[in-house]
């Protein structure tokens, strides 16, 4: 790739997004909070940025993936970030996922104020799709800026839609993406414990419903989850909680009342208020469980 | 088939269903509680049974296809009822979505005090399906009846699944199948109204959640029906919602509860109380988009 790349937030996600991107030849920069994967990405051919600023300064695109709105905020807006290190002409794309209307209301238009063009382009598929290269990438922008960070984000994702022009509009698409992921999960788990409970063999119903309308890739993926109890994330419940206020507070901002999600925000909240944060989202069906009076395995 | 049919119940339905036996060479019997129904079936070579007990009479097997549990009750137990007709080493077959309790407690029992095997085989996949022969069918009751209903069960469906041996299991599988449809439908609803109200691109959204963990069929066909505003049904606002209330009454039984579920329950009732009860479910959205201030159209 000809542009040169700076890399922040080398977390579960952002180091093998990262990896990638060095694995195919790219000259890269990278940034993160602590310092081992920031060693690793060195060692694996990556320019150490010291700070995002530096990153800035070293680069034509910039990538940021870090934990939710506020990290965002610091390290694109505060004291050396990427807007003071930044120049005209730069692209910055902010592949967390934070709330919509901070991605339009104040990261697009402060590196605006600096010439920088803005994509928000959050993800889906979890570590196994960041390490494989298959994440979903939904992104919103000008659409100069989605062709110019087409081959970037080709080299991370495979099902690449730009959403909108509007900035923002790729962040709306991921609460909506969120929200669909966590009612089905909720639902799946409400329906096998149903199943146990009246003592139906749980993978007969699964495989009954995956042939009819009831077909879903959480069926399919987080249902086998919930029958084989392997509850290592995948995507963590702490995650989907904060993806889910995202979307509620959004929700509220936009006027658009969202009484389901609400129900399955408040069971995520419940496992993360008992220490079940660090768990895949499949394990919310041990909230299911619990208010049924199952022992959870 | 060398067995002769008996069909109880030609709605909506029922009706395509037994047309189906009809022209695979079934000897077939009908009642049903409307005239018109009948003459047709009897003009597609159909002989009248005149009463459930009269259908029972003529027949090896005895199919009942009704609206919920009191009407099966009422066809299966009551004055000339089919236990009324039957004789030993008949097999009864309730098509119906009913109370998994009422299968097991009330149907299955009362059919064995005759002699007379009971399969629950529950459908999905709509009218659609029931004129094309290919409904998913979840069976509860023993093995050998199972087997014995196979060829007629495959005139009607294509995903074919025996998910118990005991009564019911069919039901609850049904239970669950109508639980995560609603869940998926109304979650589909709150996300293609956030982005709606929030300026983007809906049939975008949908295409780019098709591509990853969001994915279903639901959101695949009925987000396209939201889109497209088209809600002729399709399935039923009202007939889901007396599923979800069956669901809810079986999670009460086995000590179940169902939170996400009822919230869905409650959406389907509030359609239902608004006179829009004969949309397809899909015409959920429009709930949601009245919470959201937005006209419906």
Redesign the interface.
């Given at each position: 790739m000809p542009e040169r790349i700076g890399f922040i937030g080398l977390g579960i996600m952002g180091k093998p997004m990262a990896l990638r991107l060095l694995q195919l030849g790219c000259e890269l920069s990278v940034h993160s909070r602590s310092r081992p994967p920031i060693d690793e990405l060195i060692a694996a051919g990556a320019r150490d940025g010291t700070l995002p600023k530096g990153v800035a300064e070293q680069s034509d695109i910039v990538i940021t993936m870090l934990p939710d709105s506020p990290e965002v905020r610091e390290v694109v807006l505060g004291r050396n970030g990427v807007v003071e290190g930044a120049r005209s002409g730069q692209l910055a794309i902010d592949m967390s996922t934070i709330s919509?209307l901070v991605s339009h209301d104040e990261i697009a238009p402060a590196l605006a104020g600096v010439g920088v063009k803005a994509l928000d382009a959050p993800v889906?598929?979890?570590q196994r799709g960041a390490i494989d290269g298959t994440l979903?990438i939904?992104v919103g922008g000008p659409r100069d800026a989605f062709e110019r960070a087409m081959p970037v984000l080709q080299a991370m994702g495979?099902?690449i839609?730009?959403?909108?022009e509007?900035p923002?509009?790729g962040q709306?698409?991921k609460?909506?993406?969120q929200?669909?992921?966590?009612?089905?999960i909720?639902?799946?788990a409400?329906?096998?414990?149903?199943?146990?409970?009246?003592?139906?063999?749980v993978a007969?119903?699964r495989?009954?419903?995956l042939?009819?309308?009831?077909?879903?890739?959480?069926?399919d993926?987080h249902g086998q989850r919930m029958i084989e109890r392997t509850f290592e994330p995948g995507f963590r419940i702490k995650l989907h909680h904060k993806d889910l206020n995202i979307?509620l507070a959004?929700?509220g901002a936009?006027?658009?009342?969202?009484?389901?999600?609400a129900?399955?925000r408040e069971?995520l909240g419940a496992m993360v208020a008992r220490g079940d944060g660090d768990l895949d989202h499949s394990a919310l069906i041990q909230l299911?469980e619990s208010?049924?009076?199952l022992s959870v395995s």
């Open positions: 919509p889906s598929g979890g979903s939904m495979k099902n839609v730009h959403i909108g509007e923002g509009t709306t698409a609460a909506c993406n929200i669909i992921v966590g009612a089905t909720m639902a799946v409400e329906a096998l414990t149903l199943a146990r409970k009246a003592g139906v063999d007969k119903v495989e009954a419903l042939g009819g309308f009831a077909q879903s890739r959480i069926l993926v979307a959004a929700g936009y006027g658009s009342p969202l009484g389901e999600t129900i399955v069971a299911v208010l049924a009076g």
